[in-house]
């Protein structure tokens, strides 16, 4: 993979090797947003906080094993690692408000492919959303290999974001982009299927 982060469509996908011929050890998967401007009075047009939620779906081929999210930040293996849910969002232009650590290293080779995805826990709809964005970072060089911005919004209170499945002795990283339905991870279960 070259140098410089790849800016992913829906449905691509990029090798998550090294430029340099070896494989990468840990990643972040990082979720920014901000609540987009609104109408809360004559004068004010101060955004609503939205809670959107990350998670981190274990595949064992179709069957999910695990589970990474604000109620269980460490899978049990202890590879992935949500490092804390962020309530409100809005960080700054390219940041990320919740990530999700996963050591590629350490993945028992039972999880296939795991699949990250975003909730609106309070509910509100993605057109209530602006700059939200999906990156994967090389955690030990801070390098962003691959970035998915969310553009257009829309009625959906959820979105399967990308998915990371091993490729080879490697990984890559397919870029999904597909709105769902819920507030939770339980709740968008049926939409993830078809992309298992």
Same mark, same amino acid.
């Given at each position: 993979?070259?140098?410089?982060?790849?800016?992913?469509?829906?449905?691509?996908?990029?090798?998550?090797?090294?430029?340099?011929?070896?494989?990468?050890?840990?990643?972040?998967?990082?979720?920014?947003?901000?609540?987009?401007?609104?109408?809360?009075?004559?004068?004010?047009?101060?955004?609503?906080?939205?809670?959107?939620?990350?998670?981190?779906?274990?595949?064992?081929?179709?069957?999910?094993?695990?589970?990474?999210?604000?109620?269980?930040?460490?899978?049990?293996?202890?590879?992935?690692?949500?490092?804390?849910?962020?309530? #409100?969002?809005?960080? &700054?232009? *390219?940041?990320?408000?919740?990530? $999700?650590?996963?050591?590629? +290293?350490?993945?028992?080779? @039972?999880?296939?492919?795991?699949?990250?995805?975003?909730?609106?826990?309070?509910?509100?709809?993605?057109?209530?959303?602006?700059?939200?964005?999906?990156?994967?970072?090389?955690?030990?060089?801070?390098?962003?290999?691959?970035?998915?911005?969310?553009?257009?919004?829309?009625?959906?209170?959820?979105?399967?974001?990308?998915? #990371?499945?091993?490729? &080879?002795? *490697?990984?890559?990283?397919?870029? $999904?982009?597909?709105?769902? +339905?819920?507030?939770?991870? @339980?709740?968008?279960?049926?939409?993830?299927?078809?992309?298992?």
């Amino acid at each position: 993979m070259v140098g410089v982060s790849v800016s992913l469509a829906k449905g691509q996908s990029v090798s998550l090797a090294k430029s340099s011929g070896g494989t990468l050890s840990v990643v972040r998967m990082g979720l920014g947003w901000k609540s987009a401007p609104g109408k809360r009075g004559f004068f004010s047009r101060r955004p609503k906080e939205i809670d959107l939620d990350a998670s981190a779906l274990l595949y064992d081929g179709k069957a999910m094993s695990d589970v990474v999210f604000f109620s269980h930040l460490v899978s049990n293996d202890g590879s992935v690692q949500h490092t804390g849910d962020n309530l #409100v969002g809005g960080v &700054g232009a *390219g940041e990320d408000d919740e990530s $999700i650590l996963v050591d590629l +290293t350490k993945v028992p080779r @039972r999880v296939t492919q795991i699949v990250f995805t975003v909730s609106s826990y309070s509910g509100q709809n993605f057109l209530e959303v602006q700059n939200a964005h999906c990156r994967l970072v090389d955690e030990t060089t801070g390098q962003e290999l691959a970035r998915y911005d969310l553009a257009g919004g829309g009625t959906h209170t959820g979105q399967i974001m990308a998915k #990371v499945e091993r490729e &080879g002795t *490697g990984w890559k990283m397919t870029a $999904i982009g597909a709105p769902a +339905t819920g507030r939770t991870f @339980r709740d968008m279960l049926p939409f993830v299927e078809p992309f298992l």
